[in-house]
Structures are given as C-alpha cells and as structure tokens.
C-alpha cells in the first residue's frame, strides 16, 4: 500500500511552497510522525512528518516550487529499504599538477660590429663615434678632408641606408647602432595560488528571500517613507538590569534584556501617538485599539518578524519570554505561519550586529518601524556638565502619507523618556 504525501495548506494566502530540505533520502526506511521534509514557504519554514511506517520515494527535488496540495512523495508500507544501495563511488583522483611555466630563452647577444682598421686610422674619434652609433659602412662615406679623411661632418651627413648592417668589401661588418639605454623594468605582478579555476555559484533565492525582496521593494515604492533621529540615555535601564539580573533568572529561567523594555516603551508611546500605530487601507485610515509588536529576527534564511500579541497588555518580563519563545522557534525552523502574522509596529535592532545608525525600512502594510542601534559610551552635557555616558540613535521611520513630523518626533520622544526613566514604564506615565 502507497500513502501520498501533499503539500498541505500552510496560510490563506499561500498558494505554493518550495521544497527546502529532504531530512530522509528517497528509498529510506521512515517511521509514522518522523520529520521527512522541510517546505519553504514566503514566511515560514514548515516540517512535513510521515504518516505511515514505510519506505519513502520523492517525486520532487530541493529548490523546486510546488503547488498547495500536490504530492510530492509516497511512502511504500510494504517496500524494502533501497537507500545507499548502487551509490557511485567517490572519485579520489588527484588531478594532475598543471606544468610549471616556461621561462622565455633569453635572446642571443648581439655581435659588435667592427670597423676595418685601415679605415679607422683615417677617423678621428669623435668621427668614428658617429659612424659606430649611426651604424654606418665608413668605406661608403665620401671624405672630404685631407688626404680624403673622413670628417665628422661627413659622417653626419652620410645617408643612412648604406648597407652598414651588411658585410664590407673589406670583409668587416658595418659598425651596428649602440643600444638605447634600457629603462628599469617594473617588478612582477603577485599570482595569487589558487587550488583550482575562479569560478562562479548560482544559487536559486529561497521563497522567504524571495518574499522578503518584494516586500521591501513594494514598501519603497508604495510608501512616503521618511527617517526621525534621536538618541537616549541608557544609564537607567543598564543599571536597573544590572541591579536585577540575577533575580530575573533565577524566577523567569532567562537573561533581562533591553529589548522588553524597548517595547514596552513602544506600546506606551503608541498609546499616545495612535496614528503610528494606524494602517492605510485603501482611502481609510485604520486605528488600532490594541499593539501587535514585530520583534525582527535575523536567522541563516532570512530576516522574520515574529509579532508579540497584545505586547500593550503584557509585563516586561511576559515581553522577554515571548521574544525568546520566538527566539528559540526561529533557530529551530519551527516558526509558524500565524506567529508572523498580524503585526501594527515592528521594532529591529541592528545594534547586536554593530549598527552606530540606519534608516529601516518599513514593513508593510504598517506605517512605522523603530531602529534600535549600538550603545556606545560619549561625551555629553548633563546639567551643565560633560559625562561620558552610554548613548544609543534611535531612528523611527514613518509613511508620511498617515504620519506627519510632528506624531513621529513625540513618538520617538515618548519612547526616549520611558528608557531613560524606567519608572514611568511601570506607572504607565
């Protein structure tokens, strides 16, 4: 009996998915419930388990793009294990070495062209100079000195093309021009010792890379994007965290970071300042009366945004375990369709890979994006004072369309206050 294996339905609005991972081989014995296929979908990564005991075939291969629905493999509950049988053999031939590169013979040195010794006792030197470099036969110079010498200006004048390069009636050869002085040569350029050819790998786009290139595309040229700057004080809260940490752990099981109370001042902050946390839909505004917080995670396929539900209604530390719930979810690829979806406000922070500042990019069909940065300690005034204190840029992105500058600074104000004076987050203040 053969048990068809679909692709199943993963989210309303997906209609295709990509074959990511076979985690069995084709031919291998599977067991019922045992993870034999890993979907790529535009949001999430989904496993696929086998419903039988049985031996798998695959009908699809990696990086193909199948519909919702459609088999892609069958397992055989009475077949016979084939996998590993007739695998061709590794090829552990070493290729030959390439052959060492000729060096070009050097060229034979020139013969010095003589001049018969009759004929030079009749030059001065200077004359016999001039012959040498302009390689001339002194027995086709015409001389007009005493006792028909030849003279300087007769070698200067004398025609070129004489035959000086040819042999003499006297049986010498004609003096050859002196050789120009040689320019120093540059030195060699390095070859860098490569094992093998230069090449290039064209490797096709996952679905979720895919997914995330069009969305940021779409956000670019569907929104009026603009950037608001401004940097907090971190002594508060680094204190507070320090002062607590150890208590945190022992009672939550987890490390207190930053990131709670980031969105938690978010939240408090979108309760005054509702129009950032709105959506454009059509020609209507939407208002939420609720925060759906986005936390960007970076992982090996891809940047996801797993959304903390109600973020407004929950505590700093219900805020932690939530993002490290995602956390954890997100490395192990188990990340689900519904735990990205239904965002308001999105927050990523490029501070834990080195950012000093940027301008995010907005996640549509949201309207405002928080960019946390590195905490680097700088001097600044403080009551008439300079202190060095540890200070993070804040960039809050906006469409213009539904935001104007005046929402978008008192936001990034508010959540500016709520940091550096932890207790208003507390007092909801």
Known sequence: ??????????????????IGEWAKKSGEFVKRDEIILLLETDKASVEVVAPNDGVLVTMAKPGEVVKIGATVATIDTEGVSTAGMNQPLKNTEQPPPAPAAMKPSAPPPSTASKVAPELQQHMSPATQRVVNERGLDPAQIKGTGKDGRITKNDAVTAPANQGGLGATSSGYAAPAPAPAAKKE??????????????????????????RIAERLVQSQQTTATLTTFNEVDMTQVMALREKYKDKFKERYGLSLGFMG???????????????????????????????????AVGTEKGLIVPVVKDADQLTIAEIEQSIRHYALKARDGKIAIDDLSGGTFTISNG??????????????????????????????????KIEIRPMMYLALSYDHRIIDGKEAVTFLVKVKEGIEDPSRLLLEI
């Open 1 to 18: 009996m053969k048990a068809e294996i679909k692709v199943p339905a993963v989210g309303e609005s997906i209609s295709e998915a990509t």
């Open 185 to 210: 040569a540059p030195p060699p350029l390095p070859i860098a010792k490569r094992a093998g050819e230069r090449g290039e790998r064209r490797v096709p786009m996952t679905t979720i890379r895919k």
């Open 351 to 384: 501070g834990v890979y080195g950012s000093l500042m940027s301008t995010p990019i907005l996640n549509p069909p949201q309207s405002a994006i928080l960019g946390m940065h590195k905490i680097e300690e700088r001097p600044i005034v403080v009551n008439g």
């Open 261 to 295: 109370f980031f969105v938690k001042a978010c939240t408090e902050a979108l309760k005054q300042v509702p129009e950032v946390n709105a959506f454009i839909e059509g020609t209507e505004t939407v208002y939420h009366d609720y925060a759906n917080v986005g936390v």
